[in-house]
């Protein structure tokens, strides 16, 4: 009996050595630190990217601008910015993009999977250590969300779900400028597809 329980043991360990490395990142926003499987979510948005942006009815409108709502958001706000575009996904983007493949479907409810994590996480640590919100980036946030409601909801959270590739740029350009390492998320990524 204690011979197969020691081979059974054996066996889980060996296995567990076989696992790929993990792809969880660790990344900072304010105080905060925070686990993203950027590969995963990268890899399921990519398989997604084309059908969900051909079905973009509005296309001369950007809820996410590069620019301007996420590359200048301030070093002490990206935390607070960051939890209310995790919520505003959650909350408004996923679970409107029922789509008819079961595929597509698999994909996004990855997504939103990875993101409840991420939420979770940030949630915990906001309740620790408070992620400050400044004015200008609630202002950011609401105008998001202002455009993101003049759309009829289904449209809005395909648009949303469409440009979620400027979202997890922005992430990967605020872990280089948080670590101030020259590779990023992105550059790892390049080097693990190689």
């Known amino acids: 009996m204690e011979s197969s329980c020691v081979s059974s043991v054996l066996h889980t360990i060996f296995l567990l050595c076989l696992m790929p ?10 105080h905060c630190v925070v686990s993203m499987d950027m590969y995963e979510i990268r890899k399921g948005f990519g398989e997604i990217k084309e059908m969900t942006q051909a079905q973009d009815q509005y296309t001369s409108i950007r809820l996410l601008h590069r620019s301007y709502s996420l590359q200048d958001t301030k070093t ?22 029922q789509a008819n ?7 996004v409810s990855r997504i939103a999977n990875n993101f409840l994590s991420i939420k979770k996480e940030l949630t915990l640590c906001d309740t620790v250590t408070t992620c400050p919100c400044g004015k200008e980036a609630i202002h950011r946030y609401e105008q998001i969300l202002s455009r993101f409601e003049r759309m009829e909801s289904h449209s809005a959270a395909l648009k949303a779900l469409g440009e979620l590739d400027i979202l997890l740029d922005w992430i990967d350009k605020t872990e280089l400028k948080s670590t101030g390492t020259g590779m990023g998320i992105t550059a790892e990524l390049n080097r693990t597809q190689v």
């Not at 493949?101 to 994909?107: A, I, L, V």
């Open 21 to 30: 490395i993990s792809s969880l990142k660790q990344l900072h926003f304010g």
């Open 76 to 97: 002490e706000d990206r935390c607070c910015f960051f939890h209310y575009l995790l919520k505003f996904y959650l909350a408004n983007v996923f679970n409107q993009c």
């Open 101 to 107: 493949s079961n595929f597509h479907q698999r994909r």
